[in-house]
């Protein structure tokens, strides 16, 4: 390897001089303000924006659409606040909003959320609570599952938005999304997209005390049906109740207020505080309960519990009206508000939910009075269990046999135990059951024999 000579490394510096002066150059050409305190007031700011937005727009390389430059600038203000919860929408994102609020829309049937960035965790969309009787809830998705993919593109980049519109589709079509579920295990599932009726409450008598409800999601219309069904309670003799809000992930605010009255006889249900004085209100229910005070009442909660469902549950607690029983809920505590601009707009945050103690829920959630978690699946279940979803084997047996006998299911699960795939007897028993109903269309509004956390409520109760 030869030596530089003195004229070479002469052009060589000559060479870094004229790049050095032509950087310093552009760099003086660049808007500037200058920082008072470390901190620039809003008017600073927004000139600075501005001039960085007039610069690009005369001296970048290529013409720019000015409003793509504007919709990118938006999009990346709401992604700054570090909130999943606000977000800028647009056209279309606007006009789906619509489509959950009237109560039916196309889709699978789950309600997902961006979780807000930490340390080592993967930012995929994670499932808030699939939505009862749903191609996504028949199909055993889980609160807490995490997608993947969608059709094979990555949701880590995607908003919640984005993977919104890529579920949703026409009704027949199909849509594939790759779930994560636990630290790694990994396996595809083909949703039938669907219109998605949003059901509400579903409730029967567990014996002749004890009385289940199951409220699945606040709308306008739930209040008027858990009056029904407590009326129904009442005329059978009920002592004692089982709420059940697991996978609940929320609804409307004046829902859960006027479901709240029909338990307390006035009182605070919930409040809202924010920066705005006109967000700060208290939520009282109204005189007139139509729940004595000596019935019982058992309140599930799970990860998949949110928003309404936590406020409800939480009221229930706070007023030592009800003992709360299965695992922390999902802790969406925040208030938005729907803002149009032209033909899209925002989703903002504008406060946040108080319980009736003065405790906010948000990102923490509500711990239950008694802990009780569906048994956790090792690591080699884990793999049966994806191993059995990938190729389809429940949906094979039953395509034979849409309503097996007891000796054909134990047979299947023997089958499975020979082919080394044994995700545990209850497991597959209850998904089982679940296909079956499926398909034979039945209406299955508690399950005793499996769920064991309602089997704890009911053992509590009894006692």
């Known amino acids: 390897m030869s030596e530089n000579t003195p004229r070479d490394s002469r052009k060589l510096w000559i060479g870094f001089s004229a790049g050095l002066l032509a ?68 056209p279309d994102q606007m006009r789906g909003l619509t489509d959950t609020t009237s109560g039916e829309f196309g889709g699978v049937g789950m309600y997902i959320n961006k979780p807000v960035a930490r ?36 949701t880590a980049e995607l908003t919640t ?25 990994e396996f595809p599932v083909t949703l039938e997209r669907a219109i998605i009726q949003i059901p509400t409450v579903k409730w029967d008598m567990i014996d002749r005390q004890i009385a289940f409800l199951r409220i699945i999601q606040f709308t306008p219309h739930t209040a008027d049906r858990v009056r029904e069904a407590l009326q129904d309670f009442r ?5 004692s109740m089982i709420l059940d809000l697991r996978s609940n992930p929320g609804g409307l605010l004046n829902g859960v207020v006027d479901v709240a009255d029909l338990f307390f006889d006035g009182g605070m249900v919930v409040e809202t505080r924010g920066r705005v004085a006109g967000e700060n209100q208290a939520f009282n229910a109204r005189s007139g309960s139509i729940v004595p005070g ?42 938005q508000q729907v803002r149009r601009i032209g033909d899209g707009g925002f989703r903002l945050t504008m406060s946040r939910y108080y319980t009736p103690a003065g405790i906010s829920i948000d990102r923490s959630g509500i711990a239950p009075d008694i802990e009780v978690a569906e048994p956790e699946l090792s690591d080699e279940q884990q793999q ?27 047979g299947f699960i023997a089958d499975l135990r020979r082919r080394g ?19 034979n269309n039945r209406e299955e509004v508690y399950d005793l024999e499996f769920d064991t956390v309602l089997q704890r409520a009911v053992e509590h109760l009894r006692r």
């Open 161 to 185: 938005d984005q993977v919104v519109d890529l579920l949703r589709g026409r009704p027949g079509t199909e849509v594939t999304v790759t779930i994560l579920r636990g630290a790694d295990i």
């Open 23 to 90: 950087l310093l150059l552009a760099v003086s050409f660049v808007p500037v303000l200058p920082a008072q305190g470390g901190q620039s007031t809003p008017d600073q700011s927004l000139a600075l924006f501005e001039q960085v937005y007039r610069f690009i727009q005369r001296n970048y390389v290529d013409d720019v659409d000015p409003a793509v430059l504007i919709e990118g600038a938006l999009q990346g203000m709401f992604d700054a606040l570090d909130d999943p919860h606000s977000a800028y929408l647009l």
């Open 421 to 439: 795939l044994d995700p545990g007897d209850r497991l597959l028993r209850r998904l089982i059951r679940m296909e079956v109903n499926r398909i």
């Open 384 to 410: 049966a269990y994806a191993q059995i979803r990938r190729e389809n084997l429940l949906r094979d047996f039953l395509a034979d046999q849409p309503d097996p006998s007891a000796a054909a299911v134990s």
């Open 119 to 154: 340390e080592g965790a993967g930012q995929y969309i994670e499932v808030v609570s699939p939505i009862e009787d749903t191609p996504a809830f028949r199909a055993g998705l889980l609160a807490g599952d995490r997608i993947k993919e969608v059709e094979g593109q990555s």
């Open 294 to 335: 000596d019935i019982e009442i058992v309140v599930l909660i799970d990860s998949g519990s949110a928003s309404a469902a936590e406020i409800l549950a939480a009221a229930l607690k706070d007023r030592d009206r009800a003992l709360l029983m299965g695992t922390t809920t999902f802790g969406k505590g925040s208030v």
């Open 235 to 239: 005329a059978a003799g009920y002592r």
